[in-house]
Each structure stands twice: as structure tokens, then as C-alpha cells.
């Protein structure tokens, strides 16, 4: 059983960080002095959970004001009237939203949600330029890193910072402060970039609106939001970088995971869909996505099989004596890529090419040529090398001779 916390006290034993910012904020201490008592506390903080056994420790939740106002800073939104003219910002720029100075007054503060803490409130409108503008995050994950500790950095999440945000002066009242979530997440992906580069496994999104009765509208942009996030942290972005043009997904387990009450069925199928979609959602169309199943009967989801939108489905069809194609000759269309599997991988037994090609007639018989993958129906690691090599010969004999027969007849 692994232990993890969400957070952790940052204002010290003696509450030092709050008298480090008042000397800061009174000028009787410098920013660098105010950088060294905040990192003492941070190596404490990280150093006591690592100390007591804590497995998954939390990072990015120390703030010198609040954490909205640090996710605020992280994107960049810091309203004109401050005069931020890009780059990291700084203290001067941060603190100003937070406390005013002697030109502009502070940001609006309010109550989170019904506690007596309260944060900084963003100001949005469609004009907001959003940009990388504090690596806050990244740099606490990599302080921590350097003394011996591997945290979980800790974000608001995006849909809860929009939703906690307010139009900005100037910006009509009935603004959709969700319209932005598209401006917002490139930034979101930039961190979560960096993060990955320097080694983080594990990230936190705190999606604290999620306890408010929420609109389907408004439920629906954090589907939009993890899937794209889910897609930069999944690593399949990575892979294309490579070079890489094809990635099997295994497996979808869409008939192994299905609840045994049918009245269940439409709920499970629905999720495990959108689990699997959600896995490949950011990458190029010109990326080619398979995906696996093993045995199982599957003509009662079909559909569902369908709705995955897989660019080619591989499934283990030769020793289910062809009763997987009857769904095909009952006339359902599928219009991607299949590959039923044309010779059984769990027998030492060779196919021959006769054998194989046979069974591929009987599969053309119901699909259309420009989607029918000739392809074992399974992987090979319980076969002997001896046993490998011929079968796939002889399976690439036949479809040699079947694409060259094709192609006569037309």
C-alpha cells in the first residue's frame, strides 16, 4: 500500500515564511533573503514526509501568496494595468497582483469556496495573451530532485482555474470563461513537458470545483481537458517524435471487463470506449493506431469494437472456427483496418500456405480488400524459433500469391 498526501503546512513551525514576507514586503530584507528561508522550509517540508515513509510527496504546493494567483503567474495572465511586459515574472509583478503598489490596486480577493481562506481572483477575457511565464513548478520539482526526493508536482487544474476566474474589466459579464480552455492548455502541456524531461512521473491536477453542482457544459470541458492532457502525458507524442508511424494499444479488455448484469453493459462499454480513445486523442492523423483483443466472442460488441476508432483492430479469430465473421455477413460495415488472425499462435503446429490462404478467401469473402491485414492472431513468445519462422513464411507466401491473384482479376 503506497501513502501519499495532498498537500502539507508551508508556513513553517514558527511561521517563518510569514515573517519573511513581512520583512520583504517592509524592505528589511532582500528577495534572495526571502528565497532562502522559503527554500530551508520547502528541503524541511520535503525532508520530514521523505523521513516518515511518505511514497508519493507533493510538490509545487508552497506559495508566497496563493496558489490560484501562482497558476495565474504560471500562464501568464497578469491584467495589462500592471505593466508585465513578458518574460519570467518576478516578485515585483507578483506580489503587485497580489498587494497593489503605489499605482494600481491589488486583484479582487475572495473566500475559497466556504472556508475562511481566501485567493487571488484571475481576471479573463477573450484578449488574454497567454504565455509560459513562471517555471515555478518545474523548478521546486527539480530543487527537490537535487536533494534526494521525487515528488508529485501539484497544478490547479485548467477547467477549475476558469472556473474560478472572473471576466475582466471591460469584458462583457456573460464572457464563457471556458472558451479559453483551448488558449490555456498548450501552456498546461509546455509544464507538463518539462516536467517529464526532468524526470517526473506523477502529476496532480486539483480540480476543486468538482464538489459544485456543475452545468453538462461545464462538465463536459473536463473531458476535453484530460483527454488532451492525458495524451501529452502518455508518452505516444514521444514516440512520433522517434520517428515512429504505428502504436498498438493493448488491449481494450472491452469483453473481459464487461459486468455480468446486462442492465450494466451500456455504462461499462461507453467508459471503456472513451478510456481507450482518450489514450491516443493528441496524436497526428498521420499516426496509424492498432489495437489487440484476444479471444472472446465479440459480435455483440461490435459496435462498440467500431466506436473505438482504431485505424486497424487485430483479434484472435482461428480457432473460432470463422463465427467471428459471421457479424460481417449479417451485414455490419466496419471500415478500418482487421486483422482476424489467420493462424493460431497457442499450437506448435505449422500452417501451411495452403491453409492460410484458404482462410484468407473466407475472410475476403465478407471484408473488402482495402482493409483485411493478413497477420498472426495473436503474438509470438510462446512459440519456439523453429516453430516461427516457417509459419510466417509460409503466411507470407499466401499473401504474396493472393494480392497477385487480386490483382489478375481486375
Known amino acids: 500500500m503506497a501513502s501519499h498526501i495532498v498537500g502539507y503546512p508551508r508556513m513553517g513551525p514558527k511561521r517563518e515564511l510569514k515573517f519573511a514576507l513581512e520583512s520583504f514586503w517592509d524592505g528589511k530584507s532582500s528577495a534572495e533573503d526571502l528565497q532562502n528561508v522559503s527554500a530551508d522550509l520547502r528541503s524541511s ?13 507533493p510538490s509545487n504546493t508552497f506559495s508566497y501568496y496563493d496558489q490560484v ?10 491584467p495589462p494595468r500592471y505593466n508585465w511586459n513578458g518574460g519570467e515574472i518576478g516578485f515585483d509583478t507578483y506580489f503587485s497582483m497580489a498587494r497593489g503598489n503605489a499605482s494600481v490596486p491589488a486583484m479582487e480577493m475572495t473566500k475559497w469556496f466556504d472556508t475562511n481562506y481566501h485567493f487571488i481572483v484571475p481576471e479573463l477575457g477573450p484578449d488574454v495573451k497567454f504565455s509560459y511565464a513562471s517555471h515555478k513548478a518545474v523548478n521546486e520539482y527539480k530543487e527537490a530532485k537535487a536533494l534526494g526526493v521525487d515528488t508529485v508536482p501539484v497544478f490547479v487544474g485548467p477547467v477549475s482555474y476558469l472556473l474560478l476566474s472572473k471576466p475582466a474589466k471591460g469584458v462583457e459579464k456573460t464572457f464563457d470563461l471556458l472558451s ?8 498546461y502541456k509546455e509544464v507538463i513537458a518539462e516536467l517529464k524531461e526532468a524526470g517526473a512521473t506523477w502529476i496532480q491536477f486539483d480540480e476543486a470545483t468538482l464538489v459544485k453542482d456543475l452545468e453538462p457544459h461545464q462538465l463536459q470541458a473536463f473531458t476535453k481537458a484530460y483527454s488532451e492532457l492525458e495524451s501529452t502525458c502518455s508518452g505516444l507524442n514521444d514516440l512520433e517524435k522517434a ?4 502504436i498498438q494499444i493493448d488491449e481494450a479488455a472491452l469483453r473481459e471487463g464487461l459486468p455480468l448484469r446486462k442492465a450494466e453493459h451500456a455504462f461499462y462499454l461507453d467508459w471503456a470506449v472513451h478510456s481507450f480513445r482518450i489514450t491516443n486523442v493528441g496524436v497526428l492523423d498521420t499516426t496509424q493506431i492498432h489495437t489487440h483483443m484476444c479471444y472472446s466472442n465479440f459480435n455483440d460488441i461490435i459496435h462498440s469494437i467500431i466506436n473505438m476508432d482504431a485505424d486497424v483492430i487485430t483479434i484472435e479469430n482461428s480457432r473460432s472456427d470463422e463465427k467471428l ?24 503446429r505449422i500452417p501451411s500456405m495452403e491453409e492460410i490462404a484458404d ?4 475472410m475476403l469473402a465478407v ?5 483485411l491485414w493478413v497477420n498472426p492472431d495473436c503474438g509470438l513468445k510462446t512459440r519456439k524459433y523453429g516453430e516461427v519462422k516457417p509459419a510466417l513464411e509460409n503466411m507470407v507466401t499466401a499473401a504474396k500469391k493472393l494480392r497477385s491473384e487480386l490483382a489478375s482479376a481486375k
Open 243 to 246: 520517428g515512429i508511424t504505428v
Open 367 to 371: 471484408l473488402e480488400t482495402n482493409i
Open 45 to 57: 517540508i520535503w525532508k520530514q514526509m521523505s523521513d516518515v515513509g511518505i511514497k508519493y510527496i
Open 359 to 362: 482462410r484468407v478467401n473466407k
Open 325 to 348: 465473421l459471421s457479424v460481417f455477413r449479417e451485414g455490419v460495415k466496419y471500415g478500418a483496418g482487421i486483422g482476424p488472425g489467420v493462424y493460431d499462435i497457442h499450437s506448435p
Open 180 to 187: 479559453l480552455l483551448d488558449k490555456i492548455l498548450p501552456v
Open 69 to 78: 494567483l501562482d497558476t495565474t503567474t504560471m500562464l501568464g495572465a497578469v
